[in-house]
């Protein structure tokens, strides 16, 4: 255990069960910690939640609410991953990402479908093996 006497930190020292001798300064640097984690938490949270809006936003547009068209796929292909997939604009590209991640072959991508792609491009830009 480690303890804060006049000034000095001292090891092996028992810290009562009410907390007192706990440190100042081991207190204030958990607390920085415990919100350093909870702002890596809300990034995290708040980065699912943009996916998923942005997913409905386009989904919207025509047809099912809950799934991109061909058309509402290729439009947030070329505005908001330009920069992740090569070709973007390239209509042999999106009709090739379309049918590799259309796994129940109804035309449309579901978010989970979506999801895979948003996984692949993550893991490269992560430099992780494929
Ligand atoms: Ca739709
Ligand atoms: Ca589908």
New binding site residues.
């Given amino acids: 255990m480690l303890r804060w006497k006049d000034g000095e930190l001292f090891l092996g020292e028992a810290v009562s069960s009410s907390g007192h001798g706990v440190t100042a300064g081991l207190m204030l640097a958990e607390e920085k910690n415990i919100k350093e984690r909870q702002i890596v938490k809300v990034v995290m949270e708040s980065a699912i939640g943009v996916l998923v809006t942005q997913f409905k936003a386009y ?7 809950d ?3 061909r058309d ?1 796929f290729c439009k947030l292909l070329k505005s908001e991953l330009s920069n992740f997939v090569k070709d973007a604009a390239d209509p042999a590209v999106v009709d090739q990402l379309m049918s590799s991640l259309d796994k129940n072959n109804d035309g ?1 991508l579901n978010f989970l479908e979506f999801w895979h792609l948003i996984g692949h491009l993550a893991s490269k830009h992560g430099g992780f093996s494929q």
């Fill in positions: 989904a919207g547009s025509d047809g099912s609410s799934t991109l068209s509402e449309e």
